[in-house]
């Protein structure tokens, strides 16, 4: 589905890795005679919550939106974030990694879950089914049972333009 994105990607870090054939020295230095800036790259399939409000018709709607990252736009300082959730797709420059979530990673069923929702962290909270094992349950609770933490979402302003 996301082949499109992929190639590009992989053949963007390609051109820019070390290899053996150019003496351990990478095409984009033998092309342009100087290291590329890597600060930057960010792992292909993660979670990303890009910056939403170019996109939004009303001020109620959300100014960001849990996508996957599918790679770096061509000709563009942004990246394109694929929502899991409206099926769509957006090029956005300001967007938050969490290089820790990867939203298409298939985990084999386990007995502590309910459902295989609860993998895919970029559905809607309401789809969630979260279950407690046998040995955290009592009778009478002393304390109230606490949901587990959700990510913090930052949102990223965009620059105002010199006009």
Known sequence: MFWFHAVPHF????????????KMS???????GFAP??????IFGTACYP??????????????????????ALGYKGVFCYNVEKNKLWMSRHVVHDETIFPYHITPASKSTASSSSSRPCQSSASYQYSVP??????AP?????????????????????S
């Open 142 to 162: 002393s304390s109230p049972i606490q949901s587990p933490m959700l990510p913090i979402l930052q949102v990223v302003l965009p620059f105002d333009s010199p």
């Open 134 to 139: 046998s040995s955290f349950v009592s009778p």
């Open 37 to 42: 800036d890597l600060s930057f790259l960010k």
């Open 11 to 22: 053949a963007y870090l390609i051109n820019r890795m070390p290899c053996r054939s150019l």
């Open 26 to 32: 990478s095409p984009y230095i033998e092309l342009f």
């Open 51 to 72: 910056f939403l409000r170019p996109y939004s018709h009303d001020k109620l709607e959300p100014r960001s939106s849990c996508c996957v990252f599918l790679g770096y």
